[in-house]
């Protein structure tokens, strides 16, 4: 068993617990609209392709490579604190027992008016429907854990579109890339982590970007995610030419959170 089985089997568990039920019953009831707003100000899509370069900044209590682990957070704080240092967009990590998630944080993010992402390792509809409910803008698919358990994308890509949820979905390495530009994904995202062992080498969103450049097949926004701890990092992966990045860890281990947003959303 690798750490990426790890991942997916405690995800089935939540999913078992009933973690995502008591939110999920409300995609079905009047309060839900799949006819809710979907302008500038929720779409991380849009954000993306209208701003030069965007910083997703994350909420993640806990690393599972072991980096940090807190068992609170101010969110709220937190949030708005992203929105004024500069952040275009927030993810918030949902996974209640690797990453010490919690569900209701979309609803504090949403409070911030910025595009809200819905992270976790979503193998179900079931999570999909939560993420709607809970007002989130778009959702996380992984094509590695879909691989694994051989789940249909387009089928998950199509229920989250028909909950007006965009997908961001997230590759390793070229093979998966080609895979996901067959699909109907909203954006695409360059992981620098094998999920896997949990190494990071930043030179994978070149690598990709460079691939791109060559079958120039690109038609939607890219992002880079994992490893970026610095505005060194964030240069190198705008130089690539991604879209924006997503960062997590780097955020919960600097010393000075406003700072930090500071200098990888590259803002004076």
Avoid at 235 to 250: D, M, Q
């Amino acid at each position: 068993m690798d750490i990426l089985d790890k991942f997916i089997g405690q995800a089935k568990e939540n999913i078992q617990s009933g973690y995502y039920k008591n939110f999920e019953k409300f995609a079905f009831e009047a309060n839900f609209s799949k006819s809710r707003r979907r302008d500038a100000k929720f779409s991380l899509k849009h954000k993306l392709l209208s701003e030069h370069f965007t910083l997703i900044a994350e909420i993640k209590h806990a690393s599972p490579a072991g980096e940090y682990s807190f068992d609170s957070i101010d969110v709220e704080k937190s949030v708005f604190t992203f929105k004024d240092a500069g952040a275009g967009a927030i993810s918030v990590v949902v996974e209640p027992k690797i990453f010490k998630g919690r569900l209701d944080n979309i609803l504090i993010a949403k409070k911030t008016g910025l595009p809200v992402l819905f992270k976790d390792f979503i193998i179900s509809e079931t999570q999909i429907r939560a993420a709607a409910a809970l007002g989130a803008d778009c959702i996380l698919l992984i094509v590695k854990a879909a691989e694994r358990l051989n789940l249909n994308l387009d089928r998950l890509i199509k229920t989250a579109h028909s909950y007006c949820l965009e997908v961001l979905l997230e590759c390793y390495d070229t093979k998966e890339i080609q895979k996901a530009m067959k699909t109907k994904a909203d954006i695409i995202g360059i992981n620098n982590r094998d999920l896997q062992t949990l190494q990071v080498n930043l030179s994978r969103t070149m690598e990709i970007m460079e691939f791109f450049d060559k079958t120039n097949h690109i038609n939607l926004p890219v992002i880079s995610e994992s490893g970026i701890k610095t505005g060194k990092d964030a240069e190198f992966a705008k130089s690539a030419g991604v879209n924006g990045i997503l960062v997590g860890t780097a955020l919960w281990t600097a010393d000075n959170l406003y700072a930090k947003i500071k200098e990888l959303s590259m803002r004076d």
